[in-house]
């Protein structure tokens, strides 16, 4: 899909022709549904039932213009005399002066003779058609689609899609489906049914369906179990399934976690390899997903959601920290025809919109008393009906807890219920995660260390798995097990055969506690056990054996080390072994070398952070660094050098925010300057101040961003460094310009330009953001002017000289875009920047003059995809919210491309930062673009639907919103828009 799509477009290719060329172009169509299904077609025959309606001059127009990738017109002589070409180039003729011309084709049977008159001019490129067939001319068209992405077009079979063999992949969670499934049958069915909906394309239905329980009720085994038994069906109805489960990455360290691994291999199975291995971030790719997903019949199953929400201690429990992961959900629940199950210890948030209708939540229980009697008995126990009842009743009805205590008691008791009073569940906590499964350890524990060897061989085998936070591989496993033994660990282990080693797993997986992995010629791949009982055998050994953890974790960092050979270009996977020896070095004591040798040398490959830039893990990058926290994300591991910390810091904070995670990277922006102050290090004191400036303001905290950025003005001052001066003052001005203090934060602008002037005569004018941010502060009485005409068309402008302000400011940002052009390396931000103030002066000055919109489109369009472009989160609302208003104002008020589609990913954007400047805008922007009851405006029609809850709800919200931030630079701007709308 065209990076500057909003949103999934519904056909891949649209094709318009004269009828004299139809049987050709019919051919041509058929070769490009052979590759994409004639539902991704725009040809006429192809849609005959849909387009036998009224008003088809108007509905077929908004296919090419919104909802096709790439529009090919056929030209001839004769293109120009049909009604449909000339209906359908009017609007099409409107993309060419954008970023979306390079969704228009021109293919020509020989000469198209004179077609200026529907703007084609003769400079504009076309193929030849006239002596290729139907075949060629379809493989151009691919081509096309290619060179638009700059990969392989993403849904084009049987080279980027999966395979027969390979759409139906459940392989990490089918080992955790049970032979019999018991109490479900309630869960079971609704699965079935929200599958049989997906089948009949019914409607209303699921489109993402969330189990929440918590660890140990058994959601992996309801969702395997059913997984399993459509497998049983041949994946009856399915085009695609993919199942993850989250527990297989790693789930140690929540804070974390990431989506990356798993974004990567499921772009794959779905068909974008290249989007799967390129740069683009976790939320463009978690969008990519959903599409992909979403336009078939596929389910995708995610399993083990937590590591990726925020705990329920956190300010915002159960959010999801992960962008990609979030996008990919809402992007489901917003439009899917299949169908995503989730399980999670938490709620998610995220989806609360959709709760009610497409994404809703089920909460698991506890097994009932007669299915925990079932399950009991099941597993071998025996006992009378009264027993098994108040021991069913003794565990709460949990799942895991009854599943090790049949186990047990089957094991070591000849399953006789009366040993249960050997489990002390009286001494679980109530409040702790599995309190009553790790009373059954302990039980355990203490039956397998009566048992002399043999049971010391089971229990060195469960503390091995207390090692890691996913599967332990076999080669990870033979590192542990090679002599000399790890003291007070393997000595039981190191010294038997393996044929004795299976003996013991063999009665390990018996007994439920672990899952012995083989691949078809029976060699071990790995063992695995639930979350809980990992947890449980790790915080035994970290806290009982100290010497042992740390000598075990060496040893794994030592092996993967040496073994992991990633070479000059490595993909993900060939990383991920060095991540996972960072945890390991980190857990033996020895971060500093961790720090040095794996993390920064052959991970960040040094300054060039390859990881991050070249293969955009900024999630994977995260989980490595957190391993160097003792607390995250404000205290660093004393093991390390200072200035180490003091990079880790640093790093961590812009980790952070580059995901999206902006609150929780203020703490460590702000200990990375004080540490910076406190070794009177100036430079980097008064840049940490400045971001942290520039941090909070996104966030909005006004004052503290004013404060820090007074702050960061000293340090500069302190440094010396000529090159700080001025662009501190900018982040100063920057922040007293939202706080409403419009004259001082002038005369630091000005300040700050003169400067730049005395240190680069060549560049008198401020350029880059510092320039967008004093040209911002230049627009503002225009821009006041021009809200004020649009909510009272019978307003006058009261200052004639604010469009001379707003040429003024053109004039500026076309200077300054062209020293940018020349210089080697200039930010695609810088860029996206200076065509937003070119766009926000014209359409200024349009709405000023009361003129015909002409140049702003191209101007901010730019200006929108560059932001995309430059991977700038944080900054994208800005454009959005510019190209909201002439989008309004051009009359696409509400739909695909329009108003309300471009408000509402601004709202997506800054909700998920918190950026509540951006939110207090976007409710401004609302209720003056849609909130209008004067028809004299032209804004909005008596009739229409207000697109959220109300006007006054969106004025209120922003008035709370710009008093709670101290965000006083829009006062004025409510004022006018609540007496307009609200006559107050």
Known sequence: MSTDADTPRRFDVALSFPGEHREFVKQVAGHLAAQFTTDRVLYDKYHQAEFAAPDLDVYLPNLYRTQSELIVLFLCPEYAAKRWCRLEWRFIRQMLATVEARRIMFLSFGNPGDVTELGILSGDGYIDIDTSNAKEIAEEILKRLSLNQGITPPRKPPDSTPTPASRFDIS?????APAELIGREAETKLLSDAWAKVRNAAAPRPHVLTFVALGGEGKTSLVAKWAAELAGQDWSGCDAVFAWSFYSQGTREQAAASSDVFLKEALTFFGDAAMAGSAQGAFDKGRRLAQLVGERRALLILDGLEPLQYAPTSPTPGELKDQGLAALLKGLAATSHG?????????????????????????????????????????????????????????QGHALTLNLLGAYLHDAHAGDIRKRDLVKFEEADAEEQGGHAFRVMDAYVLSYESEGEKGKRALALLRLLGLFDRPATADCLAALLKAPAVPGLTGALVRISEAQRNVALTRLETAKLLTVNRDAAGTLVSL??????????????????????????????????????????????????????????????????????????????????????????????????????????????????????????????????????????????????????????????????????????????????????????????????????????????????????????????????????????????????????????????????AWELLLN??????????????????????????????????????????????????????????????????????????????????????????????????????????????????????????????????????ARLFGMRNADSGMRNEGAAYPWESPQADLAAAEKLINACGYHGRDEELADAKKAILGS
């Open 172 to 176: 990490r969670i089918i080992k955790y």
């Open 528 to 785: 695995d056990a639930h979350p809980l009982l990992r947890e449980y055998f790790a915080r035994q050994l970290r806290t009982r054996q100290p010497e042992a953890w740390r000598g075990s974790h060496r040893r794994l960092y030592e092996h993967l080390c040496a073994s992991t050979k990633e070479g000059d270009q490595p993909t993900l996977e060939d990383l991920q072994p060095l991540y996972q020896s960072v945890a390991h070095g980190c857990q033996a004591g020895w971060q500093q070398e961790a720090c040095d040798k794996v993390f920064f040398s052959r991970i960040q490959r040094g300054n060039e952070i390859y990881s991050v830039r070249k293969l955009g893990a900024l999630g994977s990058n995260l989980g490595a660094i957190a391993c160097f926290f003792e607390t995250p994300w404000s205290r660093v591991s004393p093991a390390l050098t200072e200035a180490d910390q003091a990079w880790l810091l640093n790093a961590a904070a812009f980790t952070l925010r580059a995901l999206g995670r902006l609150t929780e990277a203020l703490d460590p922006m702000r200990a990375a300057t004080e540490w910076a102050a406190k070794k009177k290090d100036w430079e980097h004191a008064a840049a940490g101040a400045s971001n942290l400036s520039e941090l909070e303001l996104t966030l909005g905290e006004v004052a503290g961003a004013v404060g820090d950025a007074e702050q960061s003005v000293t340090y500069a001052d302190r440094s010396g460094d000529a090159g700080m001066w001025n662009i501190v003052r900018t982040t100063h001005a920057d922040a007293l310009h939202q706080a409403g203090r419009r004259a001082e934060a002038e005369a630091r602008f000005r300040e700050a330009e003169q400067m730049q002037a005395e240190s680069q005569p060549g560049y008198p004018l401020l350029y880059s953001v510092q320039g967008f941010q004093y040209c911002d502060l230049l627009l503002t009485e225009a821009e006041r002017a």
């Open 793 to 926: 068309s019978k307003s006058e402008v009261r200052n004639p000289k604010l469009v001379e302000a707003c040429r003024a400011v053109e004039q500026r940002a076309a200077q300054t875009l062209k020293w940018e052009e020349g210089m080697r390396g200039a930010p695609i931000l810088d860029f996206a920047l200076h065509h937003l103030t070119l766009g926000r002066a014209a359409l200024y000055a349009v709405i000023l003059e009361k003129s015909e919109i002409q140049n702003p489109k191209s101007e901010i369009d730019q200006a929108v995809a560059g932001l995309r472009r430059a991977g700038t989160q944080h900054m994208i609302p800005l454009g959005l919210l510019t190209r909201a208003w002439l989008r309004l104002l051009t009359g696409a008020r509400i739909g695909p491309e329009s108003a309300q589609s471009d408000l509402d990913e601004a709202w997506d954007i800054a909700e998920r930062g918190p950026m509540r400047l951006f939110m207090a805008d976007i409710h401004l922007h609302r």
């Open 339 to 395: 169908l995503c199950v989730v399980t999670t210890r938490y709620s998610i948030p995220d989806l609360r919109a959709y709760w009610q209708t497409t994404a809703p939540e089920v909460k698991l229980t506890r097994l009932s008393k007669d299915a925990g009697v079932a399950l009991l008995k099941r597993l071998g126990v025996t006992g009378n009906q009264k027993e098994f009842a108040a021991l069913v009743e003794d565990v």
